[in-house]
């Protein structure tokens, strides 16, 4: 029965491989066209805009804004409600420059991964109904969005020189922040996690939002594969004990050949064993705000879970409930291996946004100034994509101290050491867009013949 699975396994991902191979070309930022089409990209009217656009400022973008949008109403998608905050904050500023201006707007949030659908049917319109989206996960909005020529990236003038390169040099999507996942756990017990392999150990059963309900959370075991991320994996197993690495020997050895017919790097053995145990054994949530709430309550004694740090913000204290109770496990001296994934929000103008200009100029106010990422960066857990940006909302928010209260350091859990500690230190894994669609159908298909955990 294994040798059946395993040629099963293996046919698909073969087919799958042939399939993706096929369809995988290059392609400029904003194109879905092949190199090598006869028709050249960046010739439809939002391309001209946005190539337009790129080499404004923001005042000079927002009076465009202005001229265009004034008395009309702007709809805005996307996977964060925190849009519906920040374009009021957007439309201030606009009346700043002139007082006479005036914009309804409408913002939506479409659930269940909804979003990609709905952008898909209003593509199929001459003009559309949204002017610019705010989305994630990169591997589908590489090949559902960006090769089929829905969405548009846009780099802001200011954004790109806060970066240190120019609009025409920077390749990628624009994103407005990174958030982090991050390994937790409630501490009121004895179970200690000093390496991430013990989160996969005999008995560990993380909670974790499951991996088909929020499909970003494939994007981070696809990541692991990557030969630096599945490096760290077997630095990570090397820092264990005989003991424990007895336990997960087996596994890893048995992964030696699937990493070999997935065309994965010399280390990909450990990312397939890691990544063979965390879905054989999470137990599987349906939001990550729940998981945060079981994990600072007292009676969640020695349970983990890999969930959004900002979740920790939104915490009632009372008798049986406390940020005290939880530990962010890359926080302890001596932890090994990966903290948690990383991934981000995109921003877009739709191909056939009804207010190109105003969609520019939205998005370059939230990239580029503090009040516009301010509906995002009031919270620890989400970090802006502009280093000017960040350093603003660092110093306004102080979240390096988050846990502190009178001068007391009370919660350690939310004293957030930004994002270069977690991206150095803290062996963040960062979602890369590329990456996770170019191994989307081999380690994705191998992945779903896993068996996932089940308490029952």
Same mark, same amino acid.
């Given at each position: 029965?294994?040798?059946?699975?395993?040629?099963?396994?293996?046919?698909?991902?073969?087919?799958?491989?042939?399939?993706?191979?096929?369809?995988?070309?290059?392609?400029?930022?904003?194109?879905?066209?092949?190199?090598?089409?006869?028709?050249?990209?960046?010739?439809?009217?939002?391309?001209?805009?946005?190539?337009?656009?790129?080499?404004?400022?923001?005042?000079?973008?927002?009076?465009?804004?202005?001229?265009?949008?004034?008395?009309?109403?702007?709809?805005?998608?996307?996977?964060?409600?925190?849009?519906?905050?920040?374009?009021?904050?957007?439309?201030?500023? &606009?009346?700043?420059?002139?007082?006479?201006?005036?914009? !309804?707007?409408?913002?939506?949030?479409?659930?269940?991964?909804?979003?990609?659908?709905?952008?898909?049917?209003?593509?199929?319109?001459?003009?559309?109904?949204?002017?610019?989206?705010?989305?994630?996960?990169?591997?589908?909005?590489?090949?559902?969005?960006?090769?089929?020529?829905?969405?548009?990236?846009?780099?802001?003038?200011?954004?790109?020189?806060?970066?240190?390169?120019?609009?025409?040099?920077?390749?990628?999507?624009?994103?407005?922040?990174?958030?982090?996942?991050?390994?937790?756990?409630?501490?009121?017990?004895?179970?200690?996690?000093?390496?991430?392999?013990?989160?996969?150990?005999?008995?560990?059963?993380?909670?974790?939002?499951?991996?088909?309900?929020?499909?970003?959370?494939?994007?981070?075991?696809?990541?692991?594969?990557?030969?630096?991320?599945?490096?760290?994996?077997?630095?990570? *197993?090397?820092?264990? +004990?005989?003991? !424990?690495?007895?336990?997960?020997?087996?596994?890893?050895?048995?992964?030696?050949?699937?990493?070999?017919?997935?065309?994965?790097?010399?280390?990909?053995?450990?990312?397939?064993?890691?990544?063979?145990?965390?879905?054989?054994?999470?137990?599987?949530?349906?939001?990550?705000?729940?998981?945060?709430?079981?994990?600072?309550?007292?009676?969640?004694? +020695?349970?983990?879970? &890999?969930?959004?740090?900002?979740? &920790?913000?939104?915490?009632?204290?009372?008798?049986?409930?406390?940020?005290?109770?939880?530990?962010?496990?890359?926080?302890? +001296?001596?932890?090994?291996?990966?903290?948690?994934?990383? *991934?981000?929000?995109? &921003?877009?103008?739709?191909?056939?946004?009804?207010?190109?200009?105003?969609?520019?100029?939205?998005?370059?106010?939230?990239?580029?100034?503090?009040?516009?990422?301010?509906?995002?960066?009031?919270?620890?857990?989400? *970090?802006?994509?502009?280093?000017?940006?960040?350093?603003?909302?660092?110093?306004?928010?102080?979240?390096?101290?988050?846990?502190?209260?009178?001068?007391?350091?009370?919660? !350690?859990?939310?004293? +957030?050491?930004?994002?270069?500690?977690?991206?150095?230190?803290?062996?963040?894994?960062? !979602?890369?867009?590329?990456?996770?669609?170019?191994?989307?159908?081999?380690?994705?298909?191998?992945?779903?013949?896993?068996?996932?955990?089940?308490?029952?």
């Amino acid at each position: 029965m294994k040798k059946m699975k395993r040629l099963v396994s293996l046919v698909l991902i073969f087919s799958m491989l042939v399939l993706s191979l096929g369809g995988c070309s290059k392609s400029n930022k904003n194109s879905g066209t092949k190199e090598g089409d006869k028709e050249s990209s960046g010739n439809s009217e939002i391309d001209k805009i946005i190539k337009e656009a790129e080499t404004m400022t923001l005042e000079e973008l927002a009076k465009k804004a202005i001229e265009e949008s004034n008395g009309k109403t702007f709809y805005g998608v996307g996977n964060s409600s925190r849009g519906k905050t920040a374009l009021p904050l957007f439309i201030e500023y &606009l009346q700043s420059i002139d007082s006479s201006y005036s914009m !309804e707007y409408e913002w939506q949030q479409p659930k269940n991964n909804k979003i990609f659908d709905q952008l898909t049917a209003d593509a199929l319109k001459t003009t559309g109904t949204f002017a610019m989206t705010l989305i994630q996960d990169g591997n589908q909005i590489e090949s559902k969005m960006v090769q089929t020529n829905t969405l548009k990236t846009f780099i802001p003038q200011d954004w790109a020189k806060a970066n240190g390169t120019t609009a025409d040099e920077y390749e990628g999507f624009l994103p407005l922040q990174t958030l982090n996942k991050v390994f937790m756990y409630n501490n009121t017990g004895t179970a200690t996690y000093d390496n991430c392999w013990d989160f996969v150990a005999e008995g560990s059963h993380a909670l974790f939002m499951d991996i088909d309900s929020e499909i970003v959370g494939k994007n981070f075991l696809y990541m692991l594969t990557e030969e630096t991320y599945a490096g760290w994996l077997k630095e990570a *197993y090397e820092a264990l +004990d005989s003991t !424990e690495q007895a336990y997960f020997a087996p596994t890893i050895d048995e992964m030696e050949s699937e990493a070999k017919d997935l065309g994965l790097g010399e280390n990909g053995k450990y990312a397939l064993a890691w990544i063979k145990l965390w879905v054989e054994s999470y137990n599987a949530q349906t939001d990550d705000g729940p998981i945060c709430n079981t994990l600072v309550s007292e009676s969640a004694t +020695d349970q983990s879970g &890999l969930l959004v740090y900002s979740k &920790l913000r939104s915490v009632e204290e009372s008798d049986s409930v406390s940020k005290k109770n939880v530990t962010v496990a890359a926080y302890n +001296d001596g932890y090994t291996g990966i903290g948690g994934f990383g *991934y981000s929000h995109y &921003l877009f103008v739709t191909e056939n946004s009804p207010l190109p200009w105003t969609a520019c100029a939205f998005i370059a106010y939230l990239t580029c100034t503090e009040d516009g990422f301010s509906a995002w960066g009031k919270d620890m857990g989400g *970090y802006s994509a502009n280093p000017e940006v960040a350093t603003a909302i660092e110093a306004t928010y102080n979240h390096s101290e988050g846990g502190y209260e009178n001068g007391e350091n009370v919660y !350690e859990c939310s004293n +957030d050491r930004g994002y270069e500690w977690w991206t150095t230190t803290g062996k963040l894994v960062l !979602e890369d867009p590329e990456y996770c669609s170019s191994v989307s159908f081999t380690v994705g298909s191998w992945i779903e013949l896993l068996t996932k955990y089940s308490e029952e």
